[in-house]
């Protein structure tokens, strides 16, 4: 079955400072990949996905993750955080055919 | 667009009483829906695919005389937890996928259940 890892329970950044999220997952074949947002007291929000394409794709609020398939990671960037950027973020893998399998997720905290 | 509700957000009720969580899709219609179970400081863990007009489908362990899902029209989803004990207090997500583009999903806000 698929499961998926984030590398970091907590991450605490300073503003500006730049931010990755590790990402990985480990069932081969073709697969779906999301990371969603989860703001303090809001609903889960999609950030950005990759279906198919550039393995670099661009979501909203300046972020952008890079999928590398021969290492079954998809990380999470952003150059320079901000304060607003505080929340818990979730990788998800949907697998053709099977539903989605979320990471742990990471909470994210920005010092102002 | 794409916005999914939840009613209530909260909700405290005795040991033995049965609780029923709506989930709506306000500006579309959605043939599938999600339930999800979040637990503190862990992931979503799927719980059940529920379709407009068929019964839903149970993800292994998880208990369908209990947990009830009902999807009787393509806005509104219902999950009835019976026979609530303090041990499925929980924080319960529900989600929908557009008819278009069932490869993205869309959360609901999420309701808290605690058990007394």
């Known amino acids: 079955a698929q499961s998926v890892s984030q590398h970091n329970h907590h991450v605490i950044l300073s503003e500006a400072a730049s931010l990755e999220l590790g990402c990985n997952y480990s069932y081969g074949g073709t697969v779906n990949l999301f990371w969603y947002v989860q703001y303090p007291g809001q609903h889960l929000q999609l950030l950005l996905k990759?279906?198919?394409?550039?393995?670099l794709v661009k979501g909203i609020k300046g972020f952008e993750a890079e999928f590398i398939k021969s290492k079954f990671s998809f990380n999470l960037r952003k150059p320079s955080v901000q304060w607003s950027d505080t929340a818990e973020y979730f990788c998800a893998v949907l697998h053709y055919g099977q539903n989605f399998v979320f990471g742990p997720g990471t909470r994210l905290s920005v010092l102002p | 667009g794409a916005v999914v509700s939840q009613h209530p957000s909260w909700v405290i009720c005795k040991s033995g009483t049965s609780v029923k969580i709506e989930c709506r899709s306000l500006d579309f219609q959605a043939t599938t829906m999600f339930w999800y179970r979040q637990f503190p400081k862990q992931s979503l863990m799927l719980m059940a695919t529920?379709?407009?007009?068929?019964?839903?489908?149970?993800e292994q362990g998880v208990e369908k005389d209990k947990f009830l899902i009902n999807h009787a029209s393509l806005t509104l989803s219902t999950l009835t937890v019976t026979s609530a004990h303090p041990e499925d207090s929980s924080f319960y997500i529900c989600s929908a996928t557009l008819p278009t583009s069932t490869d993205t999903q869309y959360f609901g806000p999420g309701t808290r259940l605690t058990v007394l």
């Open positions: 529920s379709n407009e007009g068929s019964k839903a489908t149970y």
């Open positions: 990759y279906f198919s394409g550039d393995p």
